[in-house]
């Protein structure tokens, strides 16, 4: 199977045939829109032209602005960048150590009067424990937007990820394991937040008045143009025909490293519990050489004497301390945060997750390829080799 083949072009055939390669007309991006939908198991599918524009509209129909507040996790700040594009407050929230996702007790520490909303990123491919997650958005009314960006096909509990909150954030990004270069889509089966994202999707025009030219800004409000191509559709629809498949590898090659790492007391995959099933995007790892005395760098050079790939940096500073929050940088003139609108009192800086610190100080990404699982199964040996020198 090729990573892009037949099945896309087939589809890109049918766009070019058509003669209209525009989303406003065109009949493969509402066609997919409806297929992924049922596929994941949502009401609403909206294609996007990446999944930052998904995560900004999300946090517009979940109703944040000047003022409120929405809680994030720190590994990544794409959902803090999100949350600042609509001139609202990102308040991060630490992560679970060894899942790498957010901690729902955490998210419970950080909920003021001014909270609209939670942003759970499905890290590396694993889902967030999403059930606390939805009682605590239920108890303050909250909405829950999935950023599952990295984790497409992944399960909690049976359901998949991206229709477990309010709103699931799809990237279909180049790496991602479903691509089309660039994409993205949102998901939810609430009915009035499919319909805010659909204004804010095309510059802020109702649907049903598109198509008036002379009327559609009499009632308009703001919105983007995050629309994708039928191009870009079609390449959807193209993964979607050997989904199965690809997820499938990315699921095998996860497992034989899993397996090269079976009871290794020192090198922690992300912790997979029997209610989550991961998609492996990346293969993360905790390091925790101090249990057989081995330190980071001694550990660097004995990877790289065996020739196993593995990488140690991430994003390596926790969202909470970067540049961008701590200096309020968003629009140089201390926007959204020092505003008359603002009433709160947000605290960025590495000791408001410290957790999520930690863990970028630890974390090895080990290599990894769902297209290539003889590589994965030599970097099994090649675990297996460390392992017999420090064990
Ligand atoms: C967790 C997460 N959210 C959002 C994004 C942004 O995705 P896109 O490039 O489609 O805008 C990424 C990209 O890697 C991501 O990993």
Not at 272 to 292: A, I, L, P, Q, S
Not at 300 to 311: M, N, Q, V
Not at 356 to 370: I, K, T
Request: glycine share 10%; charged share 25%; with cysteine.
């Amino acid at each position: 199977m090729q990573r892009f083949g037949a099945e896309e072009l087939g589809y890109l055939q049918q766009v070019i045939e058509s003669q209209e390669l525009g989303s406003n007309n065109g009949d493969l991006t509402p066609a997919v829109e409806e297929r992924f939908a049922k596929n994941w198991g949502a009401e609403y599918g909206i294609c996007v032209n990446s999944a930052m524009s998904g995560l900004h509209m999300a946090v517009a129909a979940a109703g944040a602005g000047a003022g409120d507040e929405v809680i994030c996790d720190p590994v990544v700040h794409f959902g803090g960048c999100a949350v600042l594009y609509n001139n609202a407050v990102p308040v991060f929230a630490d992560i679970d150590p060894y899942t790498f996702t957010i901690d729902p007790a955490a998210i419970r520490e950080r909920i003021s009067e001014r909270t609209k909303a939670i942003i759970c990123t499905n890290l590396f491919g694993l889902p967030c424990d999403y059930d606390p997650i939805m009682e605590i958005a239920g108890e303050y009314n909250l909405i829950v937007i999935e950023d599952n960006a990295q984790a497409v096909g992944a399960t909690y509990k049976g359901k998949y990820t991206g229709s477990i909150g309010h709103i699931g954030v799809f990237s279909f990004q180049q790496s991602k394991q479903l691509a089309t270069g660039d994409g993205g889509m949102c998901l939810t089966s609430d009915k009035h937040l499919h319909d805010e994202m659909r204004i804010t999707r095309l510059i802020g025009w109702l649907p049903e008045k598109r198509g008036d030219v002379a009327q559609r800004w009499r009632e308009g409000r703001l919105g983007w143009n995050y629309r994708n191509t039928e191009m870009v559709a079609a390449v959807l629809m193209g993964q979607l025909d050997k989904a199965d498949a690809i997820l499938d590898n990315h699921r095998k090659a996860g497992a034989i490293l899993t397996e090269a790492l079976e009871g290794c007391e020192w090198l922690l995959p992300q912790r997979v519990d029997e209610e989550r099933t991961h998609t492996y995007w990346v293969y993360g790892c905790r390091f925790e050489g101090e249990k057989v005395e081995l330190t980071m760098d001694e550990f660097k050079r004995l990877a790289a004497e065996k020739e196993l790939a593995a990488s140690y940096h991430y994003t390596t500073l926790t969202s909470s301390a970067i540049p961008l929050f701590t200096e309020i940088r968003a629009y140089g003139k201390g926007c959204p945060i020092e505003c008359p609108l603002y009433e709160g009192d947000v605290k960025y800086g590495v000791e408001q997750t410290p957790n999520c610190q930690e863990l970028l100080d630890r974390l090895v990404l080990l290599g990894f390829s769902a297209w290539d699982l003889d590589f994965c199964k030599q970097q099994a040996e090649k675990i297996a080799e460390v392992r017999a020198a420090v064990e």
